[in-house]
């Protein structure tokens, strides 16, 4: 049941169009996922799934698929090769469109739809910075960031007012997916339903300013900043935008291409009272195929005063000494190189992203590619290593089947014959996890806690 003012008040947003779009809460939404472009190319998988037929028009990667497709269930998800991500929210990360080299930063990130879409079109080259402010939603988003086979994200859990005094004018570009009333979510979500309420969207809007700002001071001259929210209340998306605006001269809105379907911000009175927010984009669920979204395109001018470009200065990385281990590793069982530094959390190894802040005094997550345990005299390679390598970077392989994968998932042995040592495990091409050959039994090395 939605609520009564809900309704009441998209009545009033809508005039005209309000029946068409309460017609639209009588159909189911829609379900799509998007290929993880930085596990292969989606020809290659469309030859091995049938669920790659209607793409999303906005967004590269973006496929509609059928509730009897179940891609959630297939061993390929578990292997990172798609994000099962809501359509319209595959939005925002394709118009804030960062490119390999860039300083990126996620704000609001978790469970990781977005970062896991920026960090596909950024290839694996320049700095992600991946934040969430709340403990438990920052370990999932650091679990999909390992699923996803991301190497150059660093993922932080803080507010962002802190994050604001360590990156001042840092970031080339922020993507602020802001937290909301959800109220284009209610198709799916009964939780932004339950607490749905005018007080609610007053609140949302006041902290959606607050994030605005710290996001704000934390973008270099001349960078880009994507805002968005998965609501129609224009107190959070054209209201949050204009007094932002009104605000802060130093920033104006993009034109951006607006696709079928999507519609610019509203023109509503007072609070939104500026030509431009046309310029704005939203997304409606009774005229495309996703739920209600809101984004838009902000850019601080050239001229406004530039930042520090290392707050604190940079990692350097520890010596080759220090993780002899992973070196012979590296020599016994992988085909390709590796550049770039390496950092040490305890015995834990990481391959850090190019030009690494200094992490002293930030909750850190992931500080990059984890890459595996520094033992005495041997090394023990990380899951978020195997799902970063594929097959031909490896020297041992073992290929499954979708059956043997499932066996795999759940934990159990594999016979297998070969020289001892590592194997990278793949289902039909995809890596998926660690097995250890030793006589003819392959030790299952898939983590405990991921298996299914
Ligand atoms: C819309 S969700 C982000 C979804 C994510 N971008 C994705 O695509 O998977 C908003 C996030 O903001 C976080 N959040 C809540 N309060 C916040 C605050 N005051 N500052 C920053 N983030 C906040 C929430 O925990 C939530 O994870």
Redesign the pocket.
């Known amino acids: 049941m939605l609520p009564e003012r809900f309704l009441d008040r998209m009545k009033s947003l809508l005039g005209e169009e309000y029946t068409d779009f309460l017609t639209c809460y009588d159909r189911p939404g829609y379900q799509s996922l998007r290929v993880n472009l930085l596990k292969g190319q989606e020809k290659d998988l469309a030859e091995k799934v049938n669920f790659l037929k209607e793409a999303v028009p906005w967004a590269k990667g973006g496929y509609y698929y059928r509730s009897e497709d179940k891609p959630g269930r297939h061993p390929f998800h578990e292997a990172g090769v798609y994000y099962i991500?809501e359509a319209s929210?595959m939005a925002?990360?394709a118009y804030l469109a960062p490119v390999p080299g860039e300083r990126v930063l996620?704000?609001?990130?978790?469970?990781?739809?977005?970062?896991?879409?920026l960090a596909c079109a950024m290839g694996g080259r320049g700095i992600l910075v991946c934040?969430?402010?709340?403990p438990q939603?920052a370990k999932i988003?650091s679990g999909?960031i390992e699923r996803m086979g991301i190497e150059n994200a660093l993922v932080l859990n803080h507010?962002?007012a802190f994050l604001a005094k360590r990156f001042p004018a840092y970031f080339d570009k922020i993507?602020v997916?802001?937290?909301?009333s959800?109220e284009g979510m209610f198709r799916k979500s009964q939780e932004a339903l339950k607490e749905w309420s005018p007080e609610n969207i007053t609140m949302c809007a006041r902290?959606q300013r607050?994030?605005l700002e710290?996001a704000a001071a934390m973008l270099r001259a001349g960078g880009r900043l994507v805002y968005?929210?998965?609501t129609f209340a224009p107190e959070e998306d054209e209201g949050t935008i204009s007094g932002f605006l009104r605000e802060h001269p130093e920033f104006y809105l993009e034109e951006a291409k607006k696709y079928q379907g999507m519609t610019g911000g509203m023109i509503l009175g007072p609070k939104a009272d500026m030509p431009e927010i046309e310029k704005a984009i939203r997304l409606w669920p009774h005229k495309l195929k996703g739920e209600g979204h809101f984004l838009a395109c902000l850019k601080k001018e050239e001229k406004s005063p530039d930042g520090v470009l290392s707050p604190g200065g940079e990692e350097k990385g520890i010596s080759p000494k220090e993780c002899r281990e992973w070196a012979e590793f590296r020599e016994e069982y992988l085909k390709i190189p590796f550049s770039g530094s390496y950092i040490r959390f305890g015995d834990q190894l990481y391959l850090i992203p190019e030009k690494m802040p200094l992490l002293t005094g930030l909750k850190v997550l992931r500080p990059g590619l984890h890459l595996g345990t520094l033992k005495k005299n041997r090394f023990e390679p990380a899951h978020a290593l195997a799902l970063f390598l594929k097959p031909e970077d490896v020297k041992n392989t073992l290929d499954l089947s979708l059956a043997q994968a499932e066996r795999y998932l759940s934990g159990q042995t594999l016979p297998a014959e070969g020289e001892k040592g590592w194997y990278l495990i793949s289902v039909e091409g995809y890596s998926i996890g660690w097995g250890k050959l030793s006589g003819s039994v392959m030790k299952n090395h898939y983590p405990k806690g991921l298996r299914i």
């Not at 996620?106 to 879409?117: F, I």
């Not at 934040?131 to 709340?134: G, L």
């Open positions: 991500q929210a925002p990360a996620d704000l609001c990130a978790a469970p990781g739809g977005k970062s896991t879409q934040n969430e402010i709340h939603r988003l999909n507010e962002p993507l997916d802001a937290p909301c959800g902290r607050d994030i710290s968005s929210t998965c």
